[in-house]
């Protein structure tokens, strides 16, 4: 091998060490990770004959936008009904000794698994807006109603800032629950996700896909190196 082509060649293979470590060293900054928790629920459980339960969802992702879906089943799903609510429950702390002890509607009897600090109620008649709650010790207090969700062919999808929850890590648990709307307040529940007693919903950190293509490339790179690096050079020669 010439001397021009064996610099060519230790150039080529520290071109090819810059690549691999810097694709390594971004790879979970572009693969910023995500959270997600997601549960069923039975088909044919809500007490009402409607709007019943099968899915719901809570998504982070990197931008810092949380949203949260509900899914009923087929041939159940009334959209618009008036008095009625869908809401999510938040253990944003996973500490059934914060909150509100259990879920609400549901006395404590959920003490012992779940402490509701927020709550979110989608309200669908008249106008599809969202309302945000948080326990101050007490009670709920009202925060903001500012939220439009969004009507599928099954369900809502609502989307709002994580950070509007009071939190940055998406980290939490959750439950949901289908809720009537009676006089004076009074209110029942006709469903719920997950079902009374049974563990809540966790959020859990999800590597996003485009890490792992970072990391891919970035580590088969690593492997040419490694390769390149056991082959031997020729002695040099001048020329
Ligand atoms: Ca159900
Ligand atoms: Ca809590």
Known sequence: MTMTARIARLLNVRLLLSITCVLIFVSPVFGDTIYFGSATDATGDSTTGNNDLV?????IDQ?????????????????RLPFTRTDF????DRNPATGLPGTPLNGDSESAIFGTDTQVQ?????DSSASLLTWNG?????????????TVADGYNLTL???DLGITDGRFNFKVAYVQVGFRGFTTISDRLTNLNAPSVSTTAVPEPTSFSFLAIGLTLLLLVCVASLIEFPPMSFD
């Open 55 to 59: 899915f719901a969802s809570a998504g």
């Open 63 to 79: 931008a810092g936008v949380l949203t949260l879906e509900a899914r009923f089943a087929p041939g159940s799903f009334l959209p």
């Open 89 to 92: 429950y938040f253990d944003l």
């Open 122 to 126: 989608l309200i669908p008649f008249p």
């Open 138 to 150: 007490a009670d709920f207090t009202f925060v903001t109603d500012n939220y439009t969700f969004t």
């Open 161 to 163: 800032p994580l950070l």
